[in-house]
């Protein structure tokens, strides 16, 4: 229970201590070397089925730049997980905020070698807000968390995938994670920090929410730009102005009490990963790692272009029953045109706040 009380605040850190079933936990490690020619996500866990029924741990491989993934399933017992801070194990694997370390032996794939993360860049909790969450946190009954463990970080370390040595020195890593019972029925998931500006990143989720009987859209996107986090969330009395989804493109549009924030992503080919339902863990995902997405920030005072460049190597996921999250006010929004998409609108390049 004391660990389960500590981890509230530290959203890092495994959240199942005492749990034995209906419960999943994972977190995403996804690194770019400099060259930005390897484009990696590996994503650790572990999966409690009712009663206990299909219980194990895992590690999910993604290479971003041709699709293929990988899950390797390994014993329940083999999952092993600090109550004191994020620290966690698959096997021989270790997993740390600040880095990893793989000695991972299949026939289908091996993977060696250790990255370290220099100086993560959290997102900020505090005593009302633990998180990425704000107080939904700390209601018990949520379907699915998330947490960011960092938004940004300089990564360094070697890696031999399949016999290939990669340097990953002078790359960029993001880190984040989910838990609960399963995923949502309906999401649209999008990341990235790879923009001309160094130091940018964009994290943005929005899903259908069960809620006490009944499900509403809920939706948390975070903006680091010039050491500032923009929050733009459910929580925070954000407004959700435009969400549509075609074969191409996703469209998103936001905005605060001060600012507004436009996201459009140019969707891509990726590979299928495994998610947490109720029952089991299903090949079901379809996440691309080379997506780009175009982000434009302004300030509402005078609609002045505070940021406007085009991310790399995004991550994107569009999953479920998406329709019951689309936009359904204005059905011209999710006709399928991509009319005048942000990847053709002239006036692409970054501008000043000045």
């Not at 990893?100 to 032996?105: A, D, N, P, T």
């Not at 463990?149 to 016999?163: A, R």
């Not at 479920?320 to 002239?346: H, M, Q, T, W, Y």
Request: include cysteine; aromatic fraction near 12%.
């Amino acid at each position: 229970m004391l660990a389960r009380l500590r981890a509230l605040w530290n959203p890092d850190m495994y959240h199942g201590h005492g749990r034995t079933q209906n419960f999943f936990e994972g977190w995403y490690f996804k690194f770019v070397d400099a060259s930005e020619q390897q484009v990696w996500a590996i994503i650790p866990g572990v999966f409690l089925g009712k009663s206990g029924h299909g219980s194990h741990s895992f590690i999910q491989t993604l290479n971003g730049k041709t699709g293929v993934s990988h899950y390797h399933r390994f014993p329940l017992e083999a999952f092993s997980a600090s109550a004191h801070d994020f620290e966690i194990a698959v096997g021989p694997n270790r997993f740390r905020a600040d880095g990893l370390k793989l000695s991972l032996e299949r026939s289908e794939q091996t993977l060696h070698g250790e990255l370290r993360f220099l100086n993560p860049i959290p997102w900020p909790v505090t005593a009302l807000s633990p998180g990425i969450m704000g107080w939904y946190s700390f209601v018990p009954f949520m379907e699915c968390y998330h947490g960011v463990v960092s938004l940004d970080h300089p990564v360094t370390g070697v890696l031999e995938i399949d016999g290939k040595r990669y340097n990953f020195d002078g790359g960029r890593g993001y880190t984040e994670k989910d838990w609960g019972q399963a995923f949502p029925q309906a999401w649209v998931w999008l990341q990235t920090n790879h923009f001309d500006t160094p130091g940018v990143c964009l994290s943005a989720s929005v899903a259908r929410i069960p809620w006490l009987g009944s499900a509403f859209r809920g939706f948390i996107v975070g903006f680091w730009h010039a050491g500032v986090l923009h929050r733009f969330a459910t929580y925070t009395g954000a407004r959700l102005e435009q969400l549509s989804v075609t074969d191409s493109h996703v469209h998103w549009h936001l905005s605060n009490a001060v600012h507004r924030l436009e996201i459009e992503a140019e969707r891509s080919e990726g590979g299928l990963l495994h998610a947490p339902m109720r029952t089991a863990m299903l090949a079901r995902v379809l996440e691309s790692l080379t997506a780009r997405v175009r982000v434009r920030l302004l300030a509402r005072s005078d609609n002045r272009v505070l940021f406007d460049e085009v991310g790399r190597h995004a991550g994107l996921e569009v999953g479920g029953e998406v329709k019951l999250i689309l936009d359904r006010e204005n059905p011209s929004l999710n006709r399928g045109s991509d009319e005048g998409n942000a990847f053709n609108r002239p006036g692409s390049t970054r501008q000043s706040e000045a």
